[in-house]
T-cell receptor, first 115, second 112 residues
């Protein structure tokens, strides 16, 4: 089965630093997502992206966050100035369409630790 | 807004035991319901889904029935295996948005 690839698998950074989390969605997919899971909490929706623009975002996705599809294959999440509370597992996902019943394909996640 | 509540873990069972992981949802309208599974070191994978009331999703011996009257989608398996050890996530998705709403996840450990 095709896979969504995320790099790095672990990222450690100092508070206030910028981080970029990278994802390669499945090649024929059109809709892209970022989710995160703080340890012991729910998997939370951050943002969805289609046709080179954000289609929906959560309250968590404030001005410190941005997403980009810089070329035809990568989908990145940037956090401009990391805070301790940004420490979480970040999941990228993609899907070919947004039908309610369509499944999302998830990557294995990037564990971000902010010190 | 939409929310999903699932049984707190961790759950530890012996091989061949019966498994139930409870999940309830709140949503406007009629969401689609999903169970995702995350094996160690891997991403979330769709395990099964149900798209309307009374639908039963099934896969790999797991089943869940969409119960509108109790707003539930409990996951069951009659005889678990060591290889079923993973984190299980219940999720819902409404018609009018792009996102999945997840529960916290339940860690299942199956011992030989």
């Amino acid at each position: 089965e095709p896979e969504v690839t995320q790099t790095p698998s672990h990222q450690v950074t100092q508070m206030g630093q910028e981080v970029i989390l990278r994802c390669v969605p499945i090649s024929n997919h059109l809709y892209f997502y970022w989710y995160r899971q703080i340890l012991g909490q729910k998997v939370e929706f951050l943002v969805s992206f289609y046709n080179n623009e954000i289609s929906e975002k959560s309250e968590i996705f404030d001005d410190q966050f941005s997403v980009e599809r810089p070329d035809g294959s990568n989908f990145t999440l940037k956090i401009r100035s990391t805070k301790l509370e940004d420490s979480a597992m970040y999941f990228c996902a993609s899907t070919a369409q947004t039908d309610q019943n369509e499944k999302l394909f998830f990557g294995s996640g990037t564990q971000l630790s902010v010190l | 807004g939409d929310s999903v509540t699932q049984m707190e873990g961790p759950v530890t069972l012996s091989e061949e035991a019966f498994l139930t992981i409870n999940c309830t949802y709140t949503a406007t309208g009629y969401p689609s319901l999903f169970w995702y599974v995350q094996y160690p070191g891997e991403g979330l994978q769709l395990l099964l889904k149900a798209t309307k009331a009374d639908d039963k999703g099934s896969n790999k011996g797991f089943e869940a029935t969409y119960r509108k009257e109790t707003t539930s989608f409990h996951l069951e398996k009659g005889s678990v295996q060591v290889s079923d050890s993973a984190v299980y996530f219940c999720a819902s998705r409404g018609r009018s948005n792009y996102k999945l709403t997840f529960g916290k996840g339940t860690l299942l450990t199956v011992n030989p």
